[in-house]
């Protein structure tokens, strides 16, 4: 099958076939990064610039990795919205990045939408590495692949995910992504943390984690931005963190062989206890991780049309 | 200077007109109009008079546009008070009101005097200027509403920014009656909308977009309802999006309140679901809302609870466009678009030409107490002629006005303005 899309901006834009590809694709490339010499040539003088308007430690690292791995030359730019408010804007720096001829661009951005401006101006494939609390594609993908690599399967699995819904980019491109593989999605967190009208995605919608987790396959735990607290969309970390964390206690209420996931990073006994996200025998945390240069990987190979 | 408008379909609400007849025009003012009236002016009049066929047209009182953003002074990248005039009546309006929002905001007397300079030397449109309600609208203390009023505004607005503390809206209303000015509230609890981008619904969630809650504008409709009944003043509710804001209000008119109200094309054109592609065209404050709010629209204007259609003209540079949508401007350059999308309601039964006109012309002449919106003899020949067959394309570049910030851009239309007379004067022709 050949890849057809010019960029990656969301899961919402992903077929099954696609995806599909995608995850056979990653699957294969896993070998590479057990390697003595964890490199091949596929990508040689292909160029991918990762332009990232927000801090990001994991993302932006594995997409370099992906890159190089593959032998492509990548080059990092950090920059801040707040010098884009005043400054230059989104659009003449692409331009700009534009006429550096680079193959694939990644971007992440604090506002939503930002990568579907240079998708719409740009000759070069975009990848979209989390916009706002709209899409993290890549972040879904490598959910997926894991869920697959563990449950050897997705359709006909429940997945809870739980914690900040509202401004989760993460929760939105799994509920994409793992609704068109068949999984059936569950979603807990306070009602100021549901965003109105999501259950018009196809999802079931509880207020409190124990009936969400209930005989879940999989169980995503996202990450509760601290700052958030100063907009009264809850009271403190203590209340949150005695009622919407995951623990030894509620798991039990999940399937025996649940898996626990998290996008990371953790803040660490507030939505996910110590002892279960170091519990190898049902956290698969860093699996996630491995799998993301894999994802990343095999998106680089197929934008630059690696399959044809 | 005596000009004839001949064979047209003369549609006048406010003396309930609605006759195939000539128009005649002279020194400004409307003097007759009669069917066949060419044929006994023919034989005794002078030939100085220029007669118009307008055949299959349609003549009304020139159409007022209550809601403008002319930018003018400081924001002139965005528009002047003259490209602004001149995008008024190529639309087909013959007078508009400005509001408070330019740089510096017009809260006194020198401003809405540099505003009323500017609109005469355009002399185009009739631009009529509306002052803020309170100083530099920040929303603590009154202008000075006497003085605004004698240097020519013809109503109070904070447009843009609500009048958050009630009890300064109330002095507002108050104050303001004594002078029989007219308020015109932007009804958005900001503490409810604070930091939100479009309606807040499925398509916010799905965006991932901060969303303006309806009950953003609801709450505040409802106290300015109740501050009206209270202080037994009036009130006129600007740019209505919502089906709550529509049912407090038809309840208020039921029981006799003296409330008046307004919306805007792109509220019975649009809905959120245009937003999907992020294009910061249809970003607008307040936002397009669902498609059961814009049904509510429709039904409000049909039962007269909306009295007046307004575009809120709000006229954007490329620089506050092509951004992030988060970082966009508000607003729609509406002047030139605003009849062919409001022809539309009769094209679908909503209302019938002389509501429409009504809506128009009529009303906001009626609501700003403006000498304005009819074809009585003796008035103001402010007149505009439409085409109601003439197929057109919405080309931005084709704008009279500097703000080329439309989501129209390229739609068919039906319908539109092909002479605008201003003071018995042609100012725009586009046959």
Redesign the interface.
Known sequence: MKFEKKDILGMKDLSVEEINLILETAESFLEISTREIKKVPTLRGKSVINLFYEASTRTRTSFEIAGKRLSADTINISASTSSVVKGETLIDTARNLEAMNPDVIVIRHSAAGAPHILAKLLRQSIINAGDGAHEHPTQALLDMMTIKEKKGKIAGLKVAIVGDIMHSRVARSNIYGLSKMGAKIVLAGPATMLPRNIEQMGVAVHTKLEDAIADADVVMMLRIQLERQNQSIFPSLREYSQHYCLNRNNIKLAKKDVIVMHPGPMNRGVEISPDIADDPSCSVILDQVNNGVAVRMALLYLLTGGNE | MKLLLAGARVIDPSQKMDVVADVLLENGKITQIAPSLAKTLDTKSSGKMKTIDLASMIVVPGLIDMHTHLREPGLEYKETIASGAAAAVAGGFTSVACMPNSSPINDNRSITEFIKRKAAEAALANVYPIGAISKDSAGSQLTEFWDLKEAGIVALSDDGKPVMDAALMRRALEYASSLGLPVISHCEDTNLSGGGLIN???Y????????I?SIAEEAMVARDILIVEFTKTSVHIAHVSTAGSVRLIREAKKRGLSISAETAPHYFTLTDESLQ??DTNFKINPPLRSIDDLAAIKEGLADGTLDAIACDHAPHGR?DK??????AACGISGLETSLGLSLQLIKNGVLSWPELITKMSTNPARILNLPKGTLKSGADADITVIDPQLKWTVDVKAFRSRGKNSPFHGREMLGRAVLTIVGGEIKYDGR
């Open positions: 807040e619904g499925y916010s969630t799905i965006l991932g977009l901060r969303g809650p592609g992020y620089t092509e951004v992030e949508f988060e970082y």
